[in-house]
T-cell receptor, first 109, second 111 residues
Framework: QKEVEQNSGPLSVPEGAIASLNCTYS??????FFWYRQYSGKSPELIMF????GDKEDGRFTAQLNKASQYVSLLIRDSQPSDSATYLC?????????FGAGTILRVKS | SQTIHQWPATLVQPVGSPLSLECTVE??????LYWYRQAAGRGLQLLFY??????ISSEVPQNLSASRPQDRQFILSSKKLLLSDSGFYLC??????????FGPGTRLTVL
């Protein structure tokens, strides 16, 4: 059973702060990891992917991967109210993605 | 650029009625195609995926079925809907790379 675990939240941060979202996965052989953002009532939107250990930065977003600890995280710098959404972590197994249940992020102005 | 369409956007159906949801992808060839369901407040559940025309893999036993009659068309069907079939149905595509991209979804309510 391939599992992806996320804290459901909600995670509340003030505007301008760093939001840190975390995800753990069960299969040590996993190679590809994704973060999606889902606004209420909308479909998921891919925001980051990471394949190698370490950090990957894209604008205000940084994905961090630690394969030894089976841990992947997403940092959002200078959080904005428009970042308020559910963030889904996904891990690739073969042709398929297994999703976590998502973490609700609320950015308060 | 690639675009994925789903219709209808919303649907209200009585229990026991049939279902047909359609997904089409533009701007790419031979994509992998996926059907997911998201129940209210829940994560994404993979229902079916397809790596080519006529090739369907089912992930969860249920009263739903899928077909891929053309390279860029993916259809989700049911002969008789159950109350538990209510949810947000999402189609996604990917190429040999890893990323999956989602369509706008169909919100189904079974009454």
């Amino acid at each position: 059973q391939k599992e992806v675990e996320q804290n459901s939240g909600p995670l509340s941060v003030p505007e301008g702060a760093i939001a840190s979202l975390n995800c753990t996965y069960s299969d040590r052989g996993s190679q590809s990891f994704f973060w999606y953002r889902q606004y209420s009532g909308k479909s998921p939107e891919l925001i980051m992917f990471i394949y190698s250990n370490g950090d990957k930065e894209d604008g205000r977003f940084t994905a961090q991967l630690n394969k030894a600890s089976q841990y992947v995280s997403l940092l959002i710098r200078d959080s904005q109210p428009s970042d308020s959404a559910t963030y889904l972590c996904a891990v690739k197994y073969g042709n398929k993605l297994v999703f976590g249940a998502g973490t609700i992020l609320r950015v308060k102005s | 650029s690639q675009t994925i369409h789903q219709w209808p956007a919303t649907l209200v159906q009585p229990v026991g009625s049939p279902l047909s949801l359609e997904c089409t992808v533009e701007g790419t060839s031979n994509p992998n195609l996926y059907w997911y369901r998201q129940a209210a407040g829940r994560g994404l559940q993979l229902l079916f995926y397809s790596v080519g025309i006529g090739q369907i893999s089912s992930e969860v036993p249920q009263n739903l079925s899928a077909s891929r009659p053309q390279d860029r068309q993916f259809i989700l069907s049911s002969k008789k809907l159950l109350l538990s079939d209510s949810g947000f149905y999402l189609c996604a595509w990917s190429l040999s790379r890893n990323e999956q991209f989602f369509g706008p979804g169909t919100r189904l309510t079974v009454l």
